[in-house]
């Protein structure tokens, strides 16, 4: 074990310091990056040209689905939308920091994904490859659904996955396609099967993430568990690697994966039963990761609806659950219920804190392990990237509460401000802010602070939604407290978790019934459009003659 491993917590500056590998890296990709293409000029697939939101392809699946991980890793790849590192010394921390130095240099929704071909774990060199942050990036939103990003226009390219997101829907639902079983032989997940002593999760390339969590982690898994009476489930959850075969399962309270083991031990079961998928298809990951089958009896079946193609699954060797048969490794075993828990934790989580150590979690024996010859690894950054692609869950959201009021245009919660929720509506009457904000609050556990805005504002961009906080918002009336409502257990600020308060902004433009000025002033931007209508398209038009090759330094 590595110094720095021993040391146990270091400050972010040192942290972010041993990031000598790969960072020479990042001067080569800012010229490319900048223009949608970190291998730099020429490489990579050209994506569909155009500014304007409309230009979203939603005809049909352009390419895809992606059966496998390594199919759409390839796609970003051809896009210019990969890293390649050679080494990286994860003793030493340095992937991390190199992802950190990412996203601080491209930010949250423009940096790369990275493939890294061989870490040094645990004094040991592994073959990887080990990917970081495979939805990272704008252009990925779209490139799961099968549609070209739109160059240079990461708002637009969001926007165009929503539009295909809402057309995979039927009546505001998406569709089942019950999954298709395949033999062991035709199931490359099969490929390497290892039992007994043969099995040791430490050879893998499963990383520490941070010098102060608890161990390496397997953090992108799809936990496949069944119960008699609550059926099938599989969410991602972190799990926490305690030995050669023994691996920690951490559902939160509430969750699928909770449910059907406290199920379980209410009837005396002596132990649950699980596959833990790794490696999976992008649709399959989405469903893993967010609430999409909330009501849905088969996330198999959801995740070929919204596919439009069946899920190619196979029989798990120890189990009789069924599971993506085109997966790059899957890990089998039992979780006694009858035994005590162990502890597990800490580890740094979705809001960006350590999360916090627990003394009592579940674990499992592990029973079995298979998997594709030279597996794929996926890792995630966890409160530092993008982990999955947003446009259905937010989608779904949005045609939920259109229920309640139509007139509402987008919800978004930025990745970067966890706990942040903004709406656009279409105000028709005084106090509706208020009020949408406050039913937003009690559907979402994770909109914390909702912030309501006129429909002339881009929810997407961030310099809006805080210019209309500074110019439309008055804290009195324009807010409410709500003492008592359930939040996300994550949240490092909980004192009664998973309980929290909740704030409401209506940031848009007060009416004089709800105490504003009797005439509120345009904006700025708006006049300019309204009376010189052809400005803008005659600078695009002469851009180039205009500003030349000028880029802003460090870019």
């Not at 007994?196 to 010098?211: C, E, M, R, S, Y």
């Not at 949408?436 to 997407?460: F, N, R």
């Not at 939604?465 to 008592?484: C, D, E, F, N, Y």
Request: aromatic share 8%; net charge neutral.
């Amino acid at each position: 074990m590595s110094s720095s491993r021993k040391s146990g917590r270091v400050s972010r500056r040192n942290f972010i310091a041993t990031a000598t590998a790969g960072l020479g890296a990042l001067a080569a990709m800012r010229d490319g990056l900048a223009q949608g293409n970190p291998k730099g000029a020429g490489a990579g697939k050209p994506a569909a040209e155009g500014a304007g939101e409309g230009a979203s392809g939603t005809s049909g699946w352009k390419f895809g689905p992606f059966d496998t991980l390594r199919e759409y890793i390839e796609e970003l790849d051809d896009r210019g939308l990969l890293l390649r590192v050679g080494r990286v010394d994860q003793d030493a921390y340095e992937g991390t920091a190199l992802m950190y130095r990412l996203v601080d240099t491209f930010g949250v929704y423009e940096a790369p994904a990275v493939l890294f071909e061989k870490l040094k774990v645990d004094g040991n060199w592994m073959d990887g490859p080990v990917i970081a942050n495979p939805f990272g990036h704008w252009s990925t939103e779209a490139i799961t659904f099968g549609i070209d990003p739109i160059v240079g226009n990461g708002r637009a390219t969001y926007r165009a996955a929503i539009a295909r997101v809402q057309e995979l829907m039927v009546k505001g639902a998406f569709p089942l396609l019950p999954p298709l079983e395949v033999s062991r032989s035709a199931a490359p997940c099969k490929q390497v099967v290892l039992r007994g002593d043969a099995i040791d999760l430490t050879k893998f390339a499963f990383v520490q993430t941070n010098p102060a969590d608890a161990g390496r982690y397997v953090n992108t898994g799809s936990v496949f568990t069944t119960d008699t009476e609550l059926g099938n489930n599989f969410g991602t959850y972190r799990c926490q690697i305690k030995g050669p075969r023994k691996l920690g399962v951490n559902p939160e309270p509430g969750q699928g994966g909770w449910r059907m083991f406290m199920k379980k031990k209410e009837r005396g079961d002596k132990v649950a039963h699980v596959s833990i998928v790794l490696g999976q298809d992008p649709i399959t990951w989405v469903v893993s990761s967010s609430k999409l089958a909330r009501g849905q009896p088969d996330e198999l079946a959801l995740a070929g609806g919204i596919r439009g193609k069946p899920l190619q699954v196979v029989r798990s060797e120890t189990n009789d659950m069924l599971i993506p048969a085109l997966c790059e490794l899957v890990i089998e075993g039992t979780v006694p219920l009858d035994q005590p828990m162990l502890p597990e934790g800490p580890f740094g989580e979705m809001y960006g804190y350590m999360g916090l150590k627990k003394d009592e979690n579940f674990w499992m024996d592990v029973t079995c392990i298979t998997h594709r010859k030279n597996p794929w690894l996926v890792n995630s950054i966890t409160g530092l990237t993008r982990g999955f692609p947003t446009a259905p869950l937010e989608t779904m959201s949005i045609v939920a509460m259109r229920r309640f009021y139509p007139n509402i245009l987008e919800i978004h919660s930025p990745v970067e401000a966890t706990g942040l929720t903004f709406v656009r509506i279409d105000k028709n009457r005084a106090g509706q802010g208020l009020e949408i904000g406050k039913k937003i609050a009690e559907i979402i556990p994770i909109a914390k602070v909702v912030v309501v805005v006129d429909k002339d504002i881009d929810v997407l961009n961030r310099t809006q939604v805080m210019h209309a906080l500074g110019s439309r918002w008055q804290a009195q009336p324009a807010t409410a407290i709500i003492p008592k409502l359930r939040g996300m257990p994550l949240d490092p600020s909980l004192t009664d978790r998973p309980n929290t308060s909740k704030a409401i902004i209506d940031a848009t433009k007060q009416w004089p019934e709800e105490g504003g000025p009797q005439v509120y002033p345009d904006l700025n931007i708006a006049l300019l459009e309204k009376l010189a209508p052809d400005a803008f398209a005659s600078v695009d038009a002469n851009w180039k003659k205009l500003v030349g090759d000028y880029r802003p330094p460090g870019r």
